[in-house]
């Protein structure tokens, strides 16, 4: 059956085109249930909408039937809200048996792709009996809409129409010995309505779910939907209302309100910015202070903010807060009414309030629950493990189980009358502490995905055993009698550059560069490339790796261990012995490396006089021309910055840190990245001159001259001067600022210079024109010497190989706003790689010190702020927050001076890198956050005290004239 619609539309010419669309109808399309008579044969499947779930998988054969509500045997089908608000609900195991409707994936496609996939992901379980139904495809279900009927309340009646259907349908089997229901599940009022008015069985989801008997886990994952009557009612309405898209539309375009992406505040829950991005790249933060500025938003949302009166504009406050869910529900706490004390003269920052929400960045949330102090109350407050996130409630009945667990748990509104908003637990993920459960929280929080590689993507690998083929050489140019070798640290796997330099007979040097060839194993498009584009990054925790590529390709394949043929791509310059480059080739290439080294051992080779092998002689060739090359860097205005690495030595056994030390970075360490940072640099002037409009580079803009506002104040402190002008001019300045009798004064500078830097990113050229790298001062670079564990370098290995003709193009390569979308997603994997590095460093950092009792270590001041000191101890790269004030504690003459920075505790006076001894332990009091305590053993602050005892100890030994700290 064909049915017809024909639409006119006026073209922009002012002609008319006439739209034919068809749409067929069949009588063939089967219910699901297998023993179904009604249904003789299934119906091939109707590939023509991407809609469509397989119809190999099928309802069970006996239905459900342990609802209290309907204790016969039945089927349920949700409507698109219940789908889309209640997906944790439909994942859950013991939910089987559920159609889901055609009209209902559509609109479910079009209002929520994370929904959807998940949906489609449960649909495609044969464990879970989920069947979805063409009906907008049958002919006795599908419906047109009415005259003046909206698309909502027609695709509302398509559902009921399809229950009808189905009740009717299997009525008539003749394999029914018993009435199976189909039950409709809906939270709206007006639908229940009309089902129930149509004689049909209609619940909402709370309602269906609660009549499961024995499931408080279910329960526990509903959805609290809001009732917006009870919210008008309520006496005490904390925020004001947020505006309606339509409004917030008006004012984007008056220039009243400004949208950007709000970003809470890490060290105070009642502080963040909004970032407003301009045109033409130009961006500015809106600073937003106090509970009902902030108005119900959460980090990573989308809002809509009103700027304040300019004599309204404030400066960032200099306490740290955190939220320890006991203020009240209404009004103003002690902790807001501490920020307005902070002066406003001289330093004010455009100031706003939030007006309203544009998108919601709601993701499922780890953490733990603070069970609450009413006996057999069902009512708790959920503490996120990220602090940016606010608390948030939830109902459940298994309070007692979770007290100690990791769990997950997703917000669902935010009324006006909470100071929390509302969400609902979704699963747990085991015990707090254990290594495993909060290397999963890290994993989660951070979103890298971490799932084993599926086997459509396996499928994609070279089938083993894999060899180099007499085709292959002949394609490739044949470098294994060079004497090449790698330098990677202690247990790397996955090498992905070499090296060789040999002297030519005119007196030059040729030296090449020879990365992994991972391009030539994935190709363009396929299960592999994808999930490798998705993953963006390789992952490295401090006792794992989360690999960006299948393991044969990271650790075998690709990797360019010693003594194997290996396929590279390999860029080669013939240099002056002063490094002056004559000539560059690039190049697909077989080598074999004759040598794969730590660090330390090439460094032994080059210091050993004895040693006087091609690979050693090469290395000495290799660490001369690179001091030439970094030292011409560095004349151009390259900045030489730090920030403190730790690398732990792990019990063999536990896997647990028994030892932790910065690490010693060598010679050898600055020779391979001078040459890694020569090749990128190269590579990137090779594919832009090739492909000006789609090539992926890297670029690093400079800092905007407030960005380095601390560090000038720091320094003048130590009447330092440091300029700003430009990257020389700051090089400069830092090379420079020394202090007879603090060595380490140098070092901390150029921690702090760290800081005040911007976000270095990927980008595609033909959608910006600023390309400079602001760190290596260099007018363009890119990132072509990790493709095992980075997707951008494989790009540019693309890029590449088809400016030297040595692959075929595609269109997507060519396509500069697909290159956009790809390097927006990679440096979105990046900035989560880099914080997940760091939660794991911080985690074992923590184990490391849990059974250490008490240490006393030298660290320096960081930073200054009204109420605490950051600490930096250099022997462990660890930071942390020294508190000079507690609840409950005695309160302590204190003085803060913004303009030095500075602060004077009972007559002592703390500026920024001033040299400090402190005690440090774990406080394990707290499960959800437990934290290194740092106390000052000197100076002196009279009157307070930490406890010095020993793990086994249960009581304090108190030690005088030592400050208490709180939290790292």
């Not at 390259?638 to 010693?664: C, G, N, W, Y």
């Amino acid at each position: 059956m064909l049915k017809s619609k024909i639409f006119v539309k006026k073209t922009r010419s002012g002609g008319v085109l006439k739209i034919v669309r068809e749409h067929y109808l069949r009588d063939d399309i089967v219910c699901g249930w297998q023993p179904c008579e009604e249904c003789e044969a299934p119906a091939q499947d109707l590939d023509q909408d991407q809609d469509q779930a397989p119809h190999r998988v099928h309802l069970h054969d006996e239905p459900l039937s342990s609802s209290e509500l309907c204790p016969q045997p039945h089927f349920v089908l949700p409507d698109t809200n219940v789908v889309l608000h209640q997906i944790d609900i439909l994942e859950h195991p013991t939910i089987q048996n559920v159609i889901i409707l055609q009209t209902v994936l559509q609109e479910v496609r079009h209002r929520s792709a994370p929904v959807y996939k998940r949906i489609k992901d449960v649909i495609h379980n044969p464990e879970k009996h989920f069947y979805t139904f063409t009906n907008e495809h049958h002919k006795d279900t599908y419906i047109e809409q009415e005259q003046g009927e909206g698309a909502n309340d027609r695709n509302d009646r398509a559902i009921r129409v399809a229950v009808k259907w189905y009740n009717e349908h299997l009525k008539k089997s003749r394999n029914s010995n018993v009435h199976i229901q189909v039950i409709l599940m809906t939270n709206d009022r007006k639908n229940k309505e009309r089902a129930l008015e149509d004689g049909l069985t209609a619940f909402t989801c709370d309602e269906y779910i609660k009549s499961l008997a024995g499931n408080p886990e279910l329960i526990d994952r509903l959805a609290c939907i809001s009732d917006d009557t009870k919210e008008i009612e309520s006496s005490k309405l904390i925020f004001t209302e947020h505006l309606a898209l339509s409004k917030i539309q008006q004012g984007l375009k008056s220039n009243s309100y400004l949208q950007g992406t709000f970003r809470a505040n890490r060290d105070n829950y009642l502080e963040a910015t909004v970032w407003v991005h301009g045109e033409e790249g130009k961006s500015k933060e809106i600073l937003i202070q106090g509970l009902k500025n902030l108005n119900r938003a959460v980090h990573e949302d989308t809002v809509a903010v009103e700027l304040l009166p300019k004599e309204m504009w404030i400066v960032p406050s200099a306490v740290v807060l955190q939220d320890e869910g006991q203020v009240e529900e209404d009004g103003e706490d002690e902790q807001e009414r501490l920020m307005k004390n902070v002066t406003t003269k001289n330093f004010s920052k455009p100031t706003g309030k939030v007006v309203g929400i544009i998108k919601r960045n709601w993701r499922p949330f780890c953490g733990m629950i603070s069970k609450s102090v009413i006996k057999e109350s069902t009512r708790h407050l959920f503490t996120p493990a990220d602090r940016r996130i606010p608390r948030i409630r939830i109902e459940t009945r298994q309070a007692e189980a979770l007290e100690k667990q990791r769990i997950i748990v997703v917000i669902d509104g935010w009324p006006r009358n909470s100071r929390y908003p509302n969400g609902h637990f979704v699963r747990s993920l085991g015990t707090a502490g254990s290594k495993e459960t909060e290397t999963e929280v890290l994993l989660l929080e951070h979103d890298v995905p971490h799932l084993p590689f599926s086997q459509a993507v396996l499928s994609f690998l070279p089938k083993m055993p894999w060899e180099i083929t007499e085709q292959d050489l002949k394609e490739r140019m044949d470098l294994r009698h060079l004497h090449i070798c790698s330098v990677d640290p202690p247990g790397c796997t996955d090498i992905d550059d070499a090296l060789h330099c040999r002297e030519l007979e005119n007196g030059n040097l040729e030296v090449g560069v020879h990365i992994a060839d991972v391009s030539h194993f994935i190709r363009p498009g396929n299960a592999l490339d994808q999930e490798s584009a998705n993953r963006g990054t390789t992952v490295y925790l401090c006792d794992k790796r989360i690999d960006m590529v299948p393991e044969l390709l990271s650790s075998n394949l690709c990797s360019l261990r010693s003594n194997v043929n290996r396929f590279a791509f390999s860029c080669i310059w013939e240099m002056t012995q002063n490094a002056e480059i004559i000539h560059t080739t690039f190049t697909k290439s077989v080598i074999d490396s004759k040598a794969s080294l730590t660090y330390v051992e090439a460094q032994m080779r080059m210091d050993d006089e004895n040693m006087i092998d091609e690979v050693t002689k090469g290395l000495r060739r290799l660490n001369k021309l690179a001091k030439i090359l970094k030292k011409q860097r560095i004349n151009k205005g390259a900045l030489t910055l730090s920030s403190p690495e730790v690398r732990f030595h792990m019990d063999s056994e536990t896997h647990d840190p028994i030892d932790l030390q910065t690490k010693e970075l060598k010679e050898t360490n600055s020779m391979v990245e001078e040459f890694m940072l020569l090749a990128n640099i190269s590579v990137a002037q090779k594919i832009y001159k090739e492909f000006s409009e789609c090539a992926l580079l890297r670029k690093h803009p400079a800092p905007p001259p407030s960005n380095y506002d601390i560090l000038v104040k720091a320094a003048s402190s130590k009447n330092l001067i440091i300029q700003t002008d430009s990257a020389k001019a700051l090089a400069e300045s830092l090379d420079k600022a020394e202090v007879p009798g603090s060595p380490y004064l140098n070092t901390l500078l150029r921690i702090l210079t760290t800081r005040c830097m911007m976000q270095a990113v990927y980008f595609c050229s033909g959608m910006d024109t600023d390309f400079h790298h602001f760190g290596l001062a260099s007018p363009i670079y890119t990132h072509f010497t990790s493709p095992i564990r980075r997707y951008s370098d494989i790009i540019v290995h693309r890029l590449l190989a088809v400016a030297i003709d040595a692959d075929s193009t595609y269109p997507d390569i060519m396509d500069k706003h697909k290159q956009q979308a790809l390097c927006n997603n990679l440096n979105y994997r990046h900035k989560m790689a880099q914080y997940s590095q760091r939660a794991s460093v911080a985690c074992h950092t923590q184990l490391f010190f849990k059974n250490k009792g008490i240490v006393d270590e030298i660290g320096y001041i960081l930073f200054v702020k009204k109420n605490a000191i950051v600490v930096l101890i250099p022997k462990f790269g660890l930071e942390g927050t020294v508190f000079f004030e507690e609840k409950g504690k005695q309160s302590l003459k204190m003085q803060y001076n913004e303009e030095i920075p500075s602060i004077t505790v009972e007559g002592t006076l703390f500026k920024m890198f001033d040299k400090v001894t402190v005690t440090i332990t774990v406080d394990a009091s707290n499960m959800q956050h437990q934290k290194i305590r740092m106390g000052l053993v000197d100076p002196v602050i009279p009157g307070v005290s930490i406890p010095r005892s020993t793990p086994q100890q249960n009581k304090a030994n108190e030690e005088p004239n030592v400050k208490k700290a709180r939290h790292i």
